[in-house]
């Protein structure tokens, strides 16, 4: 079973409220990822978790945290949010190694206002 | 940085013709080479991929080939179908330790019967 699955599909949030966006695979993969996708622009990497050990992106530092409690759950923290924040947020997980498959979730479409 | 340019879209096709979806890398490194493709409602998914340089991905009848020197991977196929409407994403990974991709914008196709 090659599942991510994200929760919500939606969330609408309002500017200084804090967001919690959430991730679960069942593969058992060492590491998983979070991804950013706004219109007309590549997604993006936020952060990482290899096992216990977050790696954030230099660029996305400050505004980004996450937990991964057990091995298949992650999640995406924004603790004020604000309008650049609306976009896509794409989990996936995969196995450590150059050159192995991540496996991507359906999404959360986040719009804040 | 690395870096990865793709055809921009969208790219309107009717079935039976031939498709081709540029694609461009940029790294100082040794990448492995990844061909994603996103449905509607879904989050991107593998395709194919190429981890060696001069050699041939292939999937669904879909295909590219990892060219190192002129550093491209570019995606073809013959004869496209409506069920390849989609966004294809191109996109390299080269980190040693653990496996954040990088993407080109995508390219959305869409193929009327």
């Known amino acids: 079973d090659t599942t991510v699955k994200q929760n919500p599909r939606y969330k609408l949030a309002r500017v200084g409220k804090p967001v919690n966006l959430i991730c679960s695979q069942t593969?058992?993969?060492?590491?998983m990822y979070w991804y950013q996708k706004k219109p007309n622009q590549a997604p993006k990497l936020l952060l990482f978790?290899?096992?216990?050990?977050?790696?954030r992106e230099a660029d996305t530092f400050e505004k980004f945290q996450s937990s991964r409690p057990n091995n298949s759950f992650c999640s995406l923290y924004i603790g004020s949010a604000g309008l650049e924040y609306s976009a896509m947020y794409l989990c996936?997980?995969?196995?450590?190694?150059?050159?192995?498959?991540?496996?991507f979730g359906a999404g959360t479409r986040l719009s804040v206002l | 940085g690395d870096s990865v340019t793709q055809t921009e879209g969208p790219v309107t096709l009717s079935e039976g013709t031939s498709l081709t979806v540029n694609c461009s890398y940029e790294t100082k490194q040794y990448p492995t080479l990844f061909w994603y493709v996103q449905y509607p409602g879904e989050g991107p998914q593998l395709l194919f991929k190429?981890?060696?340089?001069?050699e041939k991905g292939s999937n669904r009848g879909f295909e590219a080939t990892y060219n190192k020197e002129a550093t491209s991977f570019h995606l073809q196929k013959a004869s496209v179908q409506e069920s390849d409407s989609a966004v294809y994403y191109c996109a390299l990974s080269v980190r040693s330790y653990a496996q954040g991709l990088t993407f080109g914008l995508g390219t959305r196709v869409s193929v009327f019967p």
């Open positions: 978790y290899y096992d216990k050990i977050l790696n």
């Open positions: 593969m058992n993969h060492d590491t």
């Open positions: 190429v981890p060696k340089a001069n």
């Open positions: 996936a997980s995969s196995l450590l190694g150059r050159g192995n498959t991540l496996y």
